[in-house]
């Protein structure tokens, strides 16, 4: 199954529970969905290929509030609210040969310190995955989706694309490159999921509000699971499991994030809260997500290998 992306699968801006499907799959079935990035301001000179979708899709109207160009959502048969969506990111690839990154006045980290808008196209090395800075540093490249989402719950209405919230979104977490899942809790029938905002590279903090700004192609297996407790975001790579946080306040992003490690920590191995409060502070590791997008984003690692059962680990102790 691919979807692509177009003036008749993208949303732009905005996550709404009543958005109708563009496609519906069946719970473990793979989908492959393609994406743009970025309105007619950040378009390239000559000599590099923009997609023509996303022509059409400038041409079809820009949105007067800023927000995410996303494909979707793809609904998954069964899905219903309670359950988890499991999504599995199977693979990442760039659709063009050029990113962009903008740095405005009155956002980002430093709101004040920049009084002036810069627009900078960077040229993307598809064969060797690198950038190409404007002072000619050779970047290397670590594509991911900034957003994946289920939609939100029907009560929130129609909401903006750009803060991370319960239901996925602007999560803006580097680690979610190919070969990680990421958990999602499913607020509405269907689950409805979408994504867009392709980054070619981004730091830890995401500090200038853009990325390198991209179009990428995912491909996905969405599976709608009922033996999963998550009611927020989580996510697993080949080696940690991570929590996260997402609030206006750096700190109450500590504390959400730490607080659900803690939870999942004590669930999976069955020692206390208190053991699981101690191994965080031992061997979990904070990172600040973004600080970009009002709601700011930390979370929290925890290698795999540490939080066997207690049975696992008494029984390799024993050996």
């Not at 867009?196 to 990428?216: F, P, R, Y």
Request: proline residues 8%.
């Amino acid at each position: 199954m691919i979807v692509n992306a177009s003036p008749k699968t993208c949303h732009w801006g905005f996550f709404d529970a009543q958005l109708p499907p563009v496609t519906t799959i069946t719970s473990g079935q793979e989908v492959t969905i393609d994406t743009v990035s970025g309105g007619p301001q950040v378009l390239p000179g000559d000599g590099y290929h923009v997609p023509p979708e996303l022509l059409e899709i400038h041409k079809a109207g820009v949105p007067w509030v800023p927000g995410h160009i996303l494909t979707g959502p793809v609904a998954v048969e069964g899905a219903r609210p309670g359950d988890v969506l499991q999504v599995d990111i199977l693979d990442v690839q760039l659709r063009q040969d050029w990113g962009y990154n903008v740095i405005r006045p009155l956002v980002g980290t430093l709101p004040e310190d920049f009084p002036d808008t810069q627009a900078t196209t960077i040229p993307l090395d598809t064969e060797t995955k690198e950038a190409t800075m404007p002072w000619g540093l050779k970047l290397p490249l670590a594509p991911f989706f900034g957003v994946m989402a289920v939609a939100p719950p029907v009560e929130w209405g129609r909401i903006s694309t750009i803060e991370p919230r319960a239901h996925g979104g602007n999560l803006d977490n580097k680690e979610l490159v190919a070969g990680t899942t990421l958990y999602l809790p499913v607020f509405t029938e269907g689950a409805l999921f979408s994504c867009g905002d392709g980054h070619g590279a981004q730091g830890d903090g995401e500090v200038c509000v853009t990325a390198i700004e991209t179009a990428l192609q995912g491909r996905f297996r969405l599976t709608v699971r009922r033996d999963l407790d998550v009611s927020y975001p989580e996510a697993e790579t080949s080696e940690h499991v991570l929590t996260m946080g997402f609030h206006a306040d750096l700190d109450v992003c500590v504390e959400i994030a730490l607080r659900r490690m803690i939870a999942l920590v004590s669930e999976r191995t069955g020692i206390s809260r208190e053991h699981a409060y101690m191994l965080c502070s031992l061997a979990g590791d904070l990172r600040i997500t973004q600080t970009v997008n009002r709601e700011k984003g930390v979370h929290m690692m925890m290698p795999k290998e540490l939080i066997r059962s207690v049975s696992d680990v008494s029984a390799y102790g024993s050996n």
